[in-house]
Protein backbone atom coordinates (compact mmCIF):
# COMPACT_ATOMS: atom_id res chain seq x y z
CA UNK A 1 0.00 0.00 0.00
CA UNK A 2 1.30 3.43 -1.07
CA UNK A 3 -0.04 6.53 1.04
CA UNK A 4 0.06 10.25 0.78
CA UNK A 5 -0.46 12.52 3.50
CA UNK A 6 -0.89 16.58 3.40
CA UNK A 7 -0.22 18.71 5.94
CA UNK A 8 -0.01 22.39 5.88
CA UNK A 9 -3.31 23.92 4.82
CA UNK A 10 -5.82 26.60 6.88
CA UNK A 11 -6.97 30.21 6.99
CA UNK A 12 -4.85 32.95 6.11
CA UNK A 13 -5.48 36.64 5.57
CA UNK A 14 -4.47 37.94 1.74
CA UNK A 15 -1.00 38.73 1.40
CA UNK A 16 0.20 35.58 3.89
CA UNK A 17 2.20 32.71 3.37
CA UNK A 18 1.56 28.95 3.83
CA UNK A 19 3.62 26.05 3.43
CA UNK A 20 2.03 22.63 2.03
CA UNK A 21 3.69 19.19 2.64
CA UNK A 22 2.80 15.95 1.42
CA UNK A 23 4.57 12.48 2.24
CA UNK A 24 4.58 9.78 0.48
CA UNK A 25 4.78 6.35 2.21
CA UNK A 26 4.62 2.42 2.05
CA UNK A 27 5.31 -0.13 -0.02
CA UNK A 28 7.63 2.21 -2.39
CA UNK A 29 10.22 1.40 -4.83
CA UNK A 30 10.58 4.82 -7.17
CA UNK A 31 8.52 8.17 -6.82
CA UNK A 32 8.64 9.79 -10.07
CA UNK A 33 6.67 13.20 -10.83
CA UNK A 34 4.91 14.92 -8.12
CA UNK A 35 2.74 18.12 -7.58
CA UNK A 36 -0.42 19.67 -6.31
CA UNK A 37 -3.37 20.39 -7.90
CA UNK A 38 -6.85 22.28 -6.40
CA UNK A 39 -10.34 22.45 -6.57
CA UNK A 40 -12.31 25.30 -5.92
CA UNK A 41 -16.10 25.08 -5.06
CA UNK A 42 -17.75 24.61 -8.32
CA UNK A 43 -14.36 24.46 -10.51
CA UNK A 44 -12.79 21.61 -12.07
CA UNK A 45 -9.54 20.34 -10.89
CA UNK A 46 -6.82 22.69 -11.77
CA UNK A 47 -2.93 21.37 -11.79
CA UNK A 48 -0.76 24.32 -9.33
CA UNK A 49 2.68 22.75 -9.81
CA UNK A 50 5.01 19.82 -10.82
CA UNK A 51 8.18 18.95 -10.54
CA UNK A 52 10.40 15.48 -11.76
CA UNK A 53 12.37 13.77 -10.09
CA UNK A 54 15.01 15.81 -11.57
CA UNK A 55 13.73 18.93 -10.07
CA UNK A 56 12.55 20.65 -13.02
CA UNK A 57 9.31 22.52 -11.99
CA UNK A 58 6.45 23.66 -13.93
CA UNK A 59 3.65 26.08 -12.19
CA UNK A 60 0.28 27.26 -13.73
CA UNK A 61 0.18 30.85 -15.23
CA UNK A 62 -1.57 32.48 -11.99
CA UNK A 63 0.53 31.32 -9.39
CA UNK A 64 4.17 32.06 -11.41
CA UNK A 65 6.65 33.95 -8.90
CA UNK A 66 4.15 33.19 -6.00
CA UNK A 67 4.40 29.74 -5.34
CA UNK A 68 7.09 27.17 -5.01
CA UNK A 69 7.15 24.05 -5.21
CA UNK A 70 9.92 21.82 -4.22
CA UNK A 71 10.81 18.33 -2.84
CA UNK A 72 13.21 15.96 -0.97
CA UNK A 73 13.68 12.61 -2.77
CA UNK A 74 14.85 11.40 0.94
CA UNK A 75 11.89 11.49 2.29
CA UNK A 76 9.29 11.02 -0.76
CA UNK A 77 8.33 14.70 0.32
CA UNK A 78 6.93 17.38 -1.52
CA UNK A 79 6.09 20.87 -0.39
CA UNK A 80 4.33 24.00 -1.95
CA UNK A 81 5.69 27.31 -0.42
CA UNK A 82 2.78 29.94 -1.25
CA UNK A 83 3.04 33.36 -0.83
CA UNK A 84 1.37 36.42 -1.43
CA UNK A 85 -2.12 34.96 -1.24
CA UNK A 86 -4.97 35.72 -3.14
CA UNK A 87 -8.91 35.52 -2.36
CA UNK A 88 -8.61 32.95 -5.53
CA UNK A 89 -6.18 30.56 -4.54
CA UNK A 90 -9.02 29.41 -2.18
CA UNK A 91 -9.70 26.00 -2.36
CA UNK A 92 -8.95 22.12 -1.62
CA UNK A 93 -5.13 21.38 -2.58
CA UNK A 94 -4.24 17.78 -3.49
CA UNK A 95 -1.19 16.13 -3.65
CA UNK A 96 -0.45 14.12 -6.62
CA UNK A 97 2.63 11.33 -6.90
CA UNK A 98 3.50 9.00 -10.10
CA UNK A 99 4.83 6.03 -8.23
CA UNK A 100 6.46 2.30 -8.80
CA UNK A 101 5.35 0.52 -5.90
CA UNK A 102 7.38 -2.44 -5.00
CA UNK A 103 4.37 -4.57 -5.27
CA UNK A 104 4.10 -3.77 -8.78
CA UNK A 105 6.86 -3.18 -10.00
CA UNK A 106 7.77 -1.98 -13.65
CA UNK A 107 3.87 0.14 -13.01
CA UNK A 108 4.12 3.75 -12.33
CA UNK A 109 0.34 4.95 -10.91
CA UNK A 110 -0.97 7.92 -9.90
CA UNK A 111 -1.63 8.38 -6.13
CA UNK A 112 -3.32 10.94 -4.33
CA UNK A 113 -3.93 12.53 -1.25
CA UNK A 114 -7.22 13.66 0.64
CA UNK A 115 -6.54 17.33 0.24
CA UNK A 116 -6.03 20.14 2.57
CA UNK A 117 -8.24 23.02 2.53
CA UNK A 118 -6.63 26.53 2.16
CA UNK A 119 -9.00 29.10 2.91
CA UNK A 120 -7.61 33.05 2.21
CA UNK A 121 -10.01 35.79 3.13
CA UNK A 122 -9.53 39.46 1.45
Known amino acids: QVQLVESGGGLVQAGGSLRLSCAAS????????MGWYRQAPGKKRELVAT???????NYEDSVVGRFAISRDNAKNTVYLQMNSLKAEDTAVYYC????????????????WGQGTQVTVSA
Open 96 to 111: NAHITSTQAMGVQLDY
Open 26 to 33: GSIFSVNA
Open 51 to 57: IDSGGST
